[in-house]
């Protein structure tokens, strides 16, 4: 089945700064990969996504980046504010039939004003 | 008003017990899902249910046995509860059972067995 590597587990910048979310899955026929984010005592919430006829997709200060070759995404936040201190999931599947999203574990991103 | 709605959002319990979580969703949905998210926040599917019918079960213990009384009804009922159940249960929805759909999710369950 697909697995999705998620890297870091944890990120700290500075209010401003960019942050960038990278994951990496491993069956070549995932072509949906969305990124999710959970606040605090709240469930995952879908903020952006890309199917794989797509190589990057930017809504306003986020976007993603795919390279089918590397069998890689990533997400990038950029002038980081404090309420994007989150945790974010990268998920990657088929897309089709009874297939299911798998998620990668994680990464808490802390923003510090 | 609620997309997801689960109750309770926190369920503490002794070992050996038997409870059990609601979740409806008002979004017209077909599709509905259980999730478990472990102490390392890791997300991992339980159930899928299309329209009232079962189409995943992933190698959950038959402890855990979901119920779908019709499409906006997902109620997951847990017997002889063991510690290692202790997690975060999330119900969701999305559209359509193809896993390129948008997940709705609910705001948790925090089960915590003693």
């Known amino acids: 089945g697909e697995n999705v590597e998620q890297h870091p587990s944890t990120l700290s910048v500075q209010e401003g700064d960019s942050a960038v979310i990278k994951c990496t899955y491993s069956?070549?026929?995932?072509?949906?990969f969305p990124w999710y984010k959970q606040e605090l005592g709240k469930g995952p919430q879908l903020i952006i996504d890309?199917?794989?006829?797509?190589g990057e997709k930017k809504d306003q200060r986020i976007a993603v980046t795919l390279n089918k070759t590397a069998k890689h995404f990533s997400l990038h936040i950029t002038e980081t504010q404090p309420e994007d201190s989150a945790v974010y999931f990268c998920?990657?599947?088929?897309?089709?039939?009874?297939?299911?999203?798998?998620f990668g574990k994680g990464t808490m991103l802390l923003v510090s004003p | 008003d609620t997309a997801v709605s689960q109750t309770p959002k926190y369920l503490v319990t002794q070992m050996g017990n038997d409870k059990s979580i609601k979740c409806e969703q008002n979004?017209?949905?077909?599709?509905m899902y259980w999730y478990k998210q472990d102490s390392k926040k890791f997300l991992k599917i339980m159930f899928s249910?299309?329209?009232?019918?079962?189409?995943i079960n992933e190698t959950v213990p038959n402890r855990f046995s979901p119920k779908s009384p019709d499409k906006a009804h997902l109620n997951l009922h847990i017997n002889s509860l063991e510690l290692g159940d202790s997690a975060v249960y999330f119900c969701?929805?999305?559209?359509?059972?193809?896993?390129?759909?948008?997940?709705?999710f609910g705001s948790g369950t925090q089960l915590s067995v003693l």
């Open positions: 979004l017209g949905h077909d599709t």
């Open positions: 249910y299309n329209n009232k019918e079962l189409i």
């Open positions: 969701a929805s999305s559209l359509r059972r193809t896993a390129n759909e948008k997940l709705f």
């Open positions: 069956d070549s026929a995932s072509n949906y």
């Open positions: 890309i199917r794989s006829n797509v």
């Open positions: 998920a990657a599947s088929i897309g089709s039939g009874y297939s299911t999203l798998t």
